[in-house]
């Protein structure tokens, strides 16, 4: 067909100007998927147990529309990764078992500053001063005992006596395990190396047996295969809850013994990360209705590091400004790790 002059320009102009409007649309259908991937998702390196954790991590994704990526592992192991991985991992959030692990990631300058609002709400004791991370609920070390074979006039005052001969055999450690190291920093921390070390080549010379992890040793004691086993408290509320009959309980050091360390389980954001918002969000829904979720509908019953939610706990667990370990700062941590697994190791304990 055969136009005037005029008429085809006026044409090419329509053309020209159609193409790059569909362009135009086609960069922002572009840019809303970007946005939409940024908005609603987030990855966590996740050191807590799936089989604890993943109930809460649904009841997030619920409520806030975000979907979670979860990576699993030992918190030792992510830690480690992270490191690795530098600016370059995936991870919005590394959601450790304990500080000192936390704080070897943040000593490399891996974390953000944390804003959530209710950071404020949590003790400075359970926080690293600087903000990169913040504890989530409290841990307190005990002596997991099988009430059958040991009565409690025979515990002792201090985890330093089980390297005494009558507890010869009758203990178990998880020497490779974070909450084992933290406990053994915190250690360090308060009665100094020689100490220390002289303690864990007692408990070798005692023959202690080594598991792999804190619920391993439980099983152990509540079947009668080893008499006692230092651990978190709160795994003796999960071996309740499915056997309220075990013949298991806790005991509590002395206040202020090294053997009544509190410890943390502790969240960071990632610098590298993509979700920095939705990070954020994480951080104060764990400081919400997680600290209700460990307090009240997890099998185990950890310790809200946020005080107005420790009175949802169980009777039969002492309230936390009643368990008194060292006083040892948990920020300090990520900087004793790395000797506190060369001592382990070098006393012949599997430390990794």
């Given at each position: 067909?055969?136009?005037?002059?005029?008429?085809?320009?006026?044409?090419?102009?329509?053309?020209?100007?159609?193409a790059?409007?569909l362009?135009?649309?086609?960069?922002?259908?572009?840019s809303?998927?970007?946005?939409a991937?940024?908005?609603?998702?987030?990855?966590?390196?996740?050191?807590?147990?799936?089989?604890?954790?993943?109930?809460?991590?649904?009841?997030?994704?619920?409520?806030?529309?975000?979907?979670l990526?979860?990576?699993y592992?030992?918190?030792?192991?992510?830690?480690?990764?992270?490191?690795?991985?530098?600016?370059?991992?995936?991870?919005?959030?590394?959601?450790a078992?304990?500080?000192?692990?936390?704080?070897s990631?943040?000593?490399?300058?891996?974390?953000?500053t944390?804003?959530?609002?209710?950071l404020?709400?949590?003790?400075?004791?359970?926080?690293?001063?600087?903000?990169?991370?913040?504890?989530?609920?409290?841990?307190?070390?005990?002596?997991?005992?099988n009430?059958?074979e040991?009565?409690?006039?025979?515990?002792?005052?201090s985890?330093?006596?089980?390297?005494?001969?009558?507890?010869?055999?009758?203990?178990?450690?998880?020497?490779?395990?974070?909450?084992?190291?933290?406990?053994?920093?915190?250690?360090?921390?308060?009665?100094?190396?020689?100490?220390t070390?002289?303690?864990?080549?007692?408990?070798?010379?005692?023959?202690?047996?080594?598991?792999?992890?804190?619920?391993?040793?439980?099983?152990a004691?509540?079947?009668?295969?080893?008499d006692?086993?230092?651990?978190?408290?709160?795994?003796?509320?999960?071996?309740l809850?499915?056997?309220?009959?075990?013949?298991?309980?806790?005991?509590?050091?002395?206040?202020?013994d090294?053997?009544?360390?509190?410890?943390?389980?502790?969240?960071?954001?990632?610098?590298?990360?993509?979700?920095?918002?939705?990070?954020?969000?994480?951080?104060?829904?764990?400081?919400?209705?997680?600290?209700?979720?460990?307090?009240?509908?997890?099998?185990?019953?950890?310790?809200p590091?946020?005080?107005?939610?420790?009175?949802?706990?169980?009777?039969?667990?002492?309230?936390?400004?009643?368990?008194?370990?060292?006083d040892?700062?948990?920020?300090?941590?990520?900087?004793?790790?790395?000797?506190?697994?060369?001592?382990?190791?070098?006393?012949g304990?599997?430390?990794?």
């Open positions: 067909m055969n136009l005037p002059n005029a008429q085809r320009t006026v044409v090419t102009l329509l053309i020209l100007l159609l790059l409007a362009a135009g649309c086609g960069g922002d259908d572009d809303s998927t970007e946005t991937e940024a908005t609603d998702s987030l990855v966590i390196y996740s050191g807590r147990d799936a089989e604890l954790v993943e109930d809460l991590y649904a009841k997030f994704e619920k409520e806030s529309g975000i979907s990526e979860v990576r592992a030992d918190t030792p192991e992510l830690a480690a990764t992270l490191v690795e991985e530098g600016a370059n991992t995936p991870a919005d959030v590394f959601y078992q304990d500080a000192g692990a936390i704080g990631v943040a000593n490399k300058d891996l974390l953000t944390i804003t959530a609002e209710s404020d709400d949590v003790p400075e004791r359970f926080r690293d001063s600087d903000g990169a991370w913040t504890g989530i609920t409290g841990r307190a070390r005990t002596q997991i005992y009430t059958d040991v009565q409690s006039n025979e515990l002792p005052e985890v330093l006596e089980l390297t005494q001969p009558e507890w010869k055999g009758r203990v178990a450690i998880a020497p490779g395990n974070s909450s084992f190291q933290g406990f053994v920093s915190a250690m360090r921390e308060s009665v100094g190396d020689e100490q070390e002289d303690w864990l080549e007692g408990l070798k010379a005692n023959n202690v047996k080594t598991y792999e992890g804190n619920g391993d040793i439980v099983a004691v509540a079947d009668g295969e080893v006692t086993g230092l651990v978190n408290h709160y795994y003796l509320y999960e071996l809850a499915e056997d309220p009959d075990a013949p298991a309980a806790n005991h509590f050091f002395k206040k202020g090294p053997g009544g360390f509190v410890n943390v389980s502790a969240a960071g954001i990632l610098k590298a990360g993509k979700n920095q918002a939705n990070a954020q969000r994480f951080i104060e829904f764990l400081l919400g209705e997680g600290q209700t979720y460990f307090a009240t509908e997890a099998e185990s019953k950890e310790y590091v946020i005080a107005s939610y420790q009175t949802e706990l169980p009777d039969t667990l002492p309230p936390l400004d009643e368990v008194e370990g060292p040892v700062p948990l920020d300090t941590l990520g900087d004793e790790l790395p000797e506190t697994v060369r001592m382990i190791e070098s006393v304990f599997p430390g990794t």
